[in-house]
């Protein structure tokens, strides 16, 4: 298994123009472990009655969110949907927080956020500058349900989910946050501008300093742009460990 991780992250670094692996990964990783979430404070009665206040400081834990979005009833996405899926990762003031845009068939059908094939990529692309779910990192999505066929998501349902990832960022509060992809982006930032445009460039969400790239299902479909990616990988590592 280790291996095949192996030769995935060669071909990554090699399809990016890289010569030559980091070997300067922070230390020690170890150190960082798993926050034990908090009883929730609301009661489903209260969430179903007052779905407009789901995004208010009465969302204490990240429990207390899971609980309001597997009673929210305005999306129609949930109807669809086999799981509700928040995030995976580490929920204490983790390094970094990966944002994508919807989950897709393989997290629907795990409950898992990006675990299919774009998944492994993007755990490739963290663990290329020391980063990983399992030690210093919080992998969320702007929409918990799948859009049926993997349809891109309507404004309308971005909008009535945005408060929830809104929230997250608060709790969580990750050090930076690496949006995957233009959804992601333009949701959370208000800018209109393709993610060509954007990838690279520090933005800012709720204080926290954020920088896109390219969503890692692109990347798998267009190759040439991982030359890209490894760029904004290398400011995202300067950034957290300089």
């Known amino acids: 298994m280790n291996n095949k991780k192996n030769q995935f992250l060669d071909s990554f670094l090699k399809e990016s123009g890289v010569s030559e692996k980091l070997t300067d990964y922070p230390q020690p990783l170890e150190t960082w472990g798993k926050k034990q979430l908090k009883t929730p404070t609301m009661s489903e009665e209260n969430i179903v009655e007052k779905p407009l206040e789901l995004s208010s400081e009465d969302l204490s834990s990240l429990e207390d969110i899971r609980i309001a979005l597997e009673n929210f009833t305005q999306c129609g996405l949930k109807r669809y949907a086999k799981h509700t899926i928040i995030g995976e990762g580490i929920t204490d003031s983790p390094l970094v927080m990966c944002i994508g845009?919807?989950?897709?068939?393989?997290?629907?059908?795990?409950?898992?956020?990006?675990?299919?094939?774009?998944?492994?990529?993007?755990?490739?692309?963290?663990?290329?500058?020391?980063?990983?779910?399992?030690?210093?990192?919080?992998?969320?999505?702007?929409?918990?349900?799948?859009?049926?066929?993997?349809?891109?998501?309507?404004?309308?349902?971005?909008?009535?989910?945005?408060?929830?990832?809104?929230?997250?960022i608060s709790l969580i509060r990750p050090r930076a946050i690496l949006f995957l992809g233009g959804v992601p982006t333009q949701s959370l930032t208000n800018r209109t501008d393709g993610i060509t445009r954007l990838r690279g460039c520090w933005l800012e969400v709720l204080g926290i300093p954020a920088l896109p790239t390219f969503h890692p299902s692109y990347l798998l479909r267009t190759p040439i742009r991982k030359?890209?990616?490894?760029?904004?990988?290398?400011?995202?590592?300067?950034r957290l460990f300089t």
């Open 227 to 238: 030359k890209e990616a490894w760029q904004d990988l290398l400011s995202l590592k300067k």
């Open 101 to 168: 845009e919807a989950p897709g068939a393989d997290e629907d059908r795990l409950g898992r956020p990006f675990v299919g094939v774009s998944g492994q990529l993007l755990d490739q692309m963290l663990h290329s500058i020391g980063l990983s779910r399992e030690k210093n990192t919080y992998i969320s999505n702007i929409l918990p349900w799948r859009p049926p066929g993997n349809r891109p998501p309507t404004q309308e349902e971005i909008s009535l989910c945005l408060p929830f990832i809104q929230r997250q």
